[in-house]
Nanobody, 116 residues
């Protein structure tokens, strides 16, 4: 069993910054990918950013240059530094852990609200 516990998020004014963290526990394989998706009401789920255990990163087009993902493999944690936040970034962010060939595991969701 794998569990993900997310933290961070909250309310910030446009142009501000927030940091999300996610910690994985349980049966963690050495090769995996951790990151976040988000899904606003009425919109498709969108990859925010992810990072493999060997350091390869992927960012969604809408967050490139503003968000930075990092991870600590020894602690099985991943962090997302979100700068220059925009009202369009408002939604729930879901941490995930992907370990092929297992099904991905999802965190409980963290609300991010950016006021204009």
């Amino acid at each position: 069993q794998v569990q993900l516990v997310g933290s961070g998020g909250g309310l910030v004014q446009a142009g501000g910054s927030l940091r999300l963290s996610c910690a994985a526990s349980g049966s963690i394989l050495g090769i995996n990918t951790m990151g976040w998706y988000r899904q606003a009401p009425g919109k498709q789920r969108e990859l925010v950013a992810d990072m493999t255990s060997v350091g390869r990163t992927t960012y969604g087009d809408s967050v490139k240059g503003r968000f930075t993902i990092s991870r600590d493999n020894a602690k099985n944690t991943v962090n997302l530094q979100m700068n220059s936040l925009e009202p369009e970034d408002t939604t729930v962010y879901y941490c995930f852990l992907s370990q092929m060939p297992r099904f991905p595991v999802w965190g409980q969701g963290t609300q991010v609200t950016v006021s204009s």
